[in-house]
């Protein structure tokens, strides 16, 4: 079995370069306050990795950076304090200050993870044009010019990674994410292309797609979630895409693989069996 999985490897090699030390590592989080970002941060500090952590509100991210100094604790002789950025992806120069601060104070970056993101369950008939531009606006274009402010050190670098936290989502039309949906799709078709220029160049690009996962955001949806995970849980799943070297990282299997299967159908038999199983 070892030999035919060493085969394997050699066949198809991982697409990143397989992340397992993390004593040290440079990693800087977008959206940490709450949720998925919160405890990736947590776990992440556990193991020793450099934090800088960056969400809107100042009071909420100061707490997680506290619980980080204090999750690290014995567990970590390498961890020196979680770095507080605060910013807002949606406001122009305000990642770029944060971007130029954390140079400073580190002289480069290991990895980006941009997690900051919105939704508001809609249906077809409830869009606005505000509800469009404050979800693209953090979804999507904060992503794409986050990335577009911090890929200049890591090209100069010659070494990094970006991750990108997408949805499942953007894998086909779901009810109840009439902007939320378009946004993840254009998120995973943007870490494509990411990945396509700059695997070449020695940079990494993981996409996260979690399934549903029990955060404030999802706290809104009224509908029964299938394979709901704790944070931790997700935060464990990403931890483990990342030693793998994985492309796309999504969790849970049994609920991911699904949606992918589903596209595979014809648009008929997929609209009718998504109708059947929200019952929307």
């Given at each position: ?10 066949l ?8 397992h ?7 800087w ?7 998925i970002?919160?405890?990736l ?21 100061r707490?997680v ?60 008939w ?18 794409m ?14 070494h990094?990674?970006?991750?990108l ?24 078709n ?12 020695g ?20 509908f ?26 999504h ?30």
């Open positions: 079995m070892s030999g035919g999985a060493g085969m394997l490897g050699r198809f090699p991982p697409l990143n370069t397989p992340i030390d993390w004593v040290g590592r440079r990693v989080i977008i959206g940490a306050s709450s949720g970002g919160e405890a941060a947590l776990e992440l500090a556990r193991r020793g990795a450099r934090l800088a952590l960056s969400a809107r509100g100042e009071a909420r991210l707490a950076s506290a619980a980080c100094d204090a999750a690290a604790g014995a567990s970590s002789t390498a961890f020196t304090g979680a770095l507080a950025l605060v910013l807002d992806l949606s406001r122009d120069g305000e990642l770029e200050q944060a971007r130029d601060q954390l140079l400073a104070a580190w002289g480069g970056i290991d990895l980006v993870v941009f997690n900051a993101g919105t939704y508001r369950p809609l249906r077809a409830e869009l606005s044009a505000e509800a469009v531009r404050e979800t693209l606006a953090t979804n999507l274009i904060g992503t010019s986050g990335t577009a402010a911090v890929l200049p050190t890591l090209l100069e670098q010659g990094g990674a970006l991750a936290v997408g949805s499942v989502a953007g894998y086909g039309g779901l009810p109840k994410a009439a902007v939320y949906g378009p946004s993840k799709a254009a998120l995973i943007f870490a494509e292309v990411l990945h396509l220029d700059l695997a070449p160049r940079i990494d690009v993981f996409l996260i797609n979690p399934g549903f996962v029990a955060t404030p955001l999802t706290a809104q949806n009224d029964a979630m299938p394979a709901l995970l704790t944070p931790a849980q997700a935060a464990d799943a990403i931890l483990a895409g990342f030693a793998r070297g994985d492309f796309e990282i969790f849970p299997k049994r609920f991911t693989r699904v949606l992918k299967l589903l596209q595979w159908l014809p648009r008929r038999a997929y609209f009718a069996l998504i109708r059947r199983a929200t019952g929307l």
